[in-house]
């Protein structure tokens, strides 16, 4: 019955690796996003995806690239993985904005990837 | 861009109130959000204010200067289980969500 759920809740991994963190939403929302939560405790918006389409697509390397296969499932895909990429990636969901205005976001517990 | 400013760390005495400020200056300015977050888990949506003036919910308030790109977090009758961090996050006009760094609150027995 979890909201927004995301997997794995720990990664593990070495520079160079390529892998992924899934995310699911079974409250009906519109709009999914990922953010990075660096050791700093900063939260910044990478990609958000309304019904599929990518509205948001901040300043990120290519080496992350999001997809999203249908409005539940939102997904990150991370290649050649770097000590930099060390951070907790929050999935997050809201209603939609254009009919349902100014909704808060739900986010899912993070990912803590750990690059050695 | 947007630059929002809280403060670091605040204590409190269980019982106390606390009030967490939070300043921002952006453009398109479309709503601003407060979160709970403790550590290791997961932020936790507690208020939101578009128009100025007080949002009261139970023992949390929140506090929106619009002309003053100022907004407060007040929290009474303070429990333990408030120790956490609280994140004053901006809303854009495009609906992108900026936050702040946390302010983090540790309550005193």
């Known amino acids: 019955d979890t909201a927004v759920s995301q997997t794995p809740k720990y990664l593990v991994t070495q520079m160079g690796n390529d892998k992924s963190i899934k995310c699911e939403q079974n409250?009906?929302?519109?709009?999914m996003y990922w953010y990075k939560q660096d050791s700093k405790k900063f939260l910044k918006i990478m990609f958000s995806?309304?019904?599929?389409?990518?509205?948001i697509n901040e300043t990120v390397p290519n080496r992350f690239s999001p997809k999203s296969p249908d409005k539940a499932h939102l997904n990150l895909h991370i290649n050649s993985l770097e000590l930099g990429d060390s951070a907790v990636y929050f999935c997050a969901s809201s209603q939609d904005r254009v009919t349902g205005g100014n909704q808060p976001q739900h986010f899912g517990d993070g990912t803590r990837l750990s690059i050695l | 861009g947007q630059n929002i400013d809280q403060p670091t760390e605040m204590t409190a005495t269980e019982g106390a109130i606390v009030q967490i400020n939070c300043t921002y200056q952006?453009?398109?300015?479309?709503?601003l959000f407060w979160y709970q977050q403790h550590a290791g888990e997961a932020p936790t949506f507690l208020s939101y204010?578009?128009?100025?003036g007080l949002e009261e919910k139970g023992r949390f308030s929140s506090f929106l200067s619009r002309s003053k790109g100022y907004s407060y977090l007040l929290l009474k009758e303070l429990q333990m289980k408030d120790s956490a961090s609280y994140l004053c996050?901006?809303?854009?006009?495009?609906?992108?969500?900026?936050f702040g760094a946390g302010t983090t609150v540790t309550v005193r027995a």
């Open positions: 409250l009906g929302h519109d709009t």
């Open positions: 996050a901006v809303s854009r006009d495009d609906y992108k969500l900026s």
């Open positions: 952006t453009s398109g300015f479309n709503g």
């Open positions: 995806y309304n019904n599929k389409e990518l509205i």
């Open positions: 204010n578009v128009l100025d």
